[in-house]
């Protein structure tokens, strides 16, 4: 079993930069794909990046292809999410998830594990 955590979250001003952490507790975290999802008040929520657990793979949401970034630690058991060009619609509750489905890294359902989330939060 793994148990994602989220910690990173905070306010910052648009234009700004966050980092997002996840650790993975779990002896085998780190044959997991990771992936990040978000949201926000009255919003579903949606996917952000994901990482497979080899870490050769990722993929972007298209609304923030090109600001952030993501990457893991498999030695640590972490995933970050290097979040820049920071936008006020980039605020929300950030998620991060743990599966080993196989299934299409877009999908919520792709993953079993999910942390509790952190609060971003960008003003204008």
């Known amino acids: 079993q793994v148990q994602p955590a989220e910690s990173g979250g905070g306010l910052v001003q648009a234009g700004g930069s966050l980092r997002l952490s996840c650790s993975a507790s779990?002896?085998?975290?780190?044959?997991?794909?990771m992936a990040w999802f978000r949201q926000a008040p009255g919003k579903e929520r949606e996917f952000v990046a994901a990482i497979f657990w080899t870490g050769t793979t990722t993929y972007y949401a298209d609304s923030v292809k090109g600001r952030f970034t993501v990457s893991r630690d498999n030695a640590e058991n972490t995933v970050s999410l290097q979040m820049n060009s920071l936008k006020p619609e980039d605020t929300a509750v950030y998620l991060c998830?743990?599966?080993?489905?196989?299934?299409?890294?877009?999908?919520?359902?792709?993953?079993?594990?999910w942390g509790r989330g952190t609060q971003v939060t960008v003003s204008s």
């Open positions: 779990g002896r085998t975290s780190s044959r997991y794909d």
């Open positions: 998830a743990a599966g080993r489905s196989g299934r299409d890294p877009r999908w919520g359902a792709s993953y079993t594990y």
